[in-house]
């Protein structure tokens, strides 16, 4: 069984976006990890771009923080399979910009798989007034984003990965966002006060 994900008809617009499309489509479907979404195939038809992936049966991240279900032991578990996924593709070049909830998933045995690598940027970049850069524009889910992220900073790294996953682990961990003055986790709810140092 596969997933497909169609993009906005609007991308399609975009003189360039074609281009940016095939070369960020190559990169995601070079990433081969067990906790990545693989890409199968990727493509245009009848004016819309696609990208055909794995399907994960399972719910994503959101939907588990809000059942409250989420023990912090089952948060202390998903966190190192999303550190293994963004070390991997770090390594090889390619930042997610856009780490939420709703893009890593849980299968039905409890294994990480995160979703939507690089879309992010290729879908910012086909609104930043048809131009191949997009230096300034602010790619990503603001609520997650890292301060330079929001900035528009155009040096946007493996960091803003790593601050949106603490944005994650923190939600996953209290049930609420970081935002402004924040108690540390273990003021929240029951832990091991040695988890507020991650």
Same mark, same amino acid.
């Given at each position: 069984?596969?997933?497909?994900?169609?993009?906005?008809?609007?991308?399609?617009?975009?003189?360039?976006?074609?281009?940016?499309?095939?070369?960020?489509?190559?990169?995601?479907?070079?990433?081969?990890?067990?906790?990545?979404?693989?890409?199968?195939?990727?493509?245009?038809?009848? $004016? +819309?771009?696609? @990208? =055909?992936?794995?399907?994960? *049966?399972?719910?994503? #991240?959101?939907?588990?923080? !809000?059942?409250?279900?989420?023990?912090?032991?089952?948060?202390?578990?998903?966190?190192?399979?999303?550190?293994?996924?963004?070390?991997?593709?770090?390594?090889?070049?390619?930042?997610?910009?856009?780490?939420?909830?709703?893009?890593?998933?849980?299968?039905?045995?409890?294994?990480?798989?995160?979703?939507?690598? $690089? +879309?992010?940027? @290729? =879908?910012?970049?086909?609104? *930043?007034?048809?131009? #191949?850069?997009?230096?300034? !524009?602010?790619?990503?889910?603001?609520?997650?984003?890292?301060?330079?992220?929001?900035?528009?900073?155009?040096?946007?790294?493996?960091?803003?990965?790593?601050?949106?996953?603490?944005?994650?682990?923190?939600?996953?961990?209290?049930?609420?966002?970081?935002?402004?003055?924040?108690?540390?986790?273990?003021?929240?709810?029951?832990?091991?006060?040695?988890?507020?140092?991650?």
């Amino acid at each position: 069984m596969v997933a497909l994900k169609i993009l906005p008809p609007e991308v399609s617009q975009d003189p360039a976006f074609a281009e940016r499309f095939s070369r960020e489509a190559r990169a995601l479907a070079r990433l081969s990890h067990p906790n990545i979404v693989v890409v199968h195939d990727s493509g245009n038809a009848g $004016g +819309l771009y696609y @990208l =055909l992936m794995e399907y994960v *049966d399972g719910i994503n #991240l959101r939907e588990a923080i !809000q059942t409250n279900e989420l023990t912090p032991a089952e948060a202390l578990a998903i966190v190192p399979q999303i550190c293994e996924a963004l070390q991997y593709a770090h390594d090889e070049g390619v930042v997610h910009r856009d780490i939420k909830p709703e893009n890593i998933l849980l299968d039905k045995k409890g294994k990480v798989k995160i979703a939507d690598f $690089g +879309l992010a940027r @290729l =879908l910012g970049q086909a609104a *930043d007034n048809f131009t #191949l850069t997009g230096t300034h !524009q602010v790619m990503g889910t603001p609520r997650y984003m890292a301060p330079e992220q929001m900035e528009g900073s155009h040096e946007v790294d493996h960091r803003a990965d790593i601050y949106s996953l603490g944005v994650v682990f923190y939600e996953m961990l209290t049930g609420e966002l970081p935002l402004g003055r924040f108690d540390a986790p273990s003021r929240k709810v029951q832990l091991d006060v040695r988890v507020d140092e991650v």
